[in-house]
């Protein structure tokens, strides 16, 4: 594989360029400093879905939408090097919603969201919380999370198309997320 040039760098994120199949220069983004991407689905009782809400900067300032609809995530090793992908998840829900889960399985790991785009890859995990209790307050992250929903499983498709009819947008990563609990719904 073609090895990849910096032509753009800031502490976070990268715009590099490598050389596709056919020769032709290919830009995409690169962090830097992270090993991975965890994203966590919190299912409460076997019966509800805790989503965030947030306010995005690029999809706001490309005139996309307001808000977009995801689950907890974060960085492995951003902050705390050599995290692991099971330290993250529980770091991460803590952080972003306040919760500790009392199961964790991860359903997928090297999920690409954009791989034309973006280097970064995510490990996809479904948190089991039996008993709904905020042990933390959560983050906003920055002022990004600006609300958290809790939505009946049997209700998400229709809340989804809701609030995809107010504007708002649902993420890949979250999609994603939801097709592991709907597997696990139909065994």
């Known amino acids: 594989m073609e090895s990849s040039k910096v032509l753009f760098d800031t502490k976070y994120l990268q ?6 199949k056919s020769g032709n220069d290919w830009v995409y983004a690169h962090r830097p400093n992270i090993t991975d991407v965890i994203v966590i689905l919190p299912v409460i009782n076997n019966s509800k ?3 965030t809400i947030e306010e995005r900067p690029p999809i706001g300032a490309e005139h996309l939408g307001k808000y977009s609809i ?9 902050v705390r090097k050599g995290e692991s992908i099971e330290n993250a998840i529980k770091t ?13 399985e991860i359903k997928a790991k090297k999920v690409a969201s954009s791989p034309g785009c973006v280097s970064e890859t995510c490990t ?3 948190a089991y919380i039996d008993n709904y209790k905020i042990v933390s307050e959560p983050i906003s992250d920055g002022g990004v999370i600006i609300d958290r929903e ?6 998400i498709y229709s809340w989804l198309k809701q609030k995809e009819t107010q504007g708002y947008i649902l993420t890949g990563q979250t999609l994603a997320a939801l097709f592991y609990l709907q597997e696990r719904i139909k065994q």
């Open 15 to 20: 715009l590099k360029t490598t050389k596709s």
């Open 49 to 51: 879905v805790l989503f």
């Open 70 to 78: 995801a689950i907890p995530a974060g960085l492995v090793g951003d």
């Open 92 to 104: 991460e829900l803590l952080e972003e919603a306040g919760l500790v889960a009392d199961r964790v």
């Open 124 to 126: 996809i995990a479904i």
């Open 150 to 155: 809790l939505v009946s499983i049997d209700n």
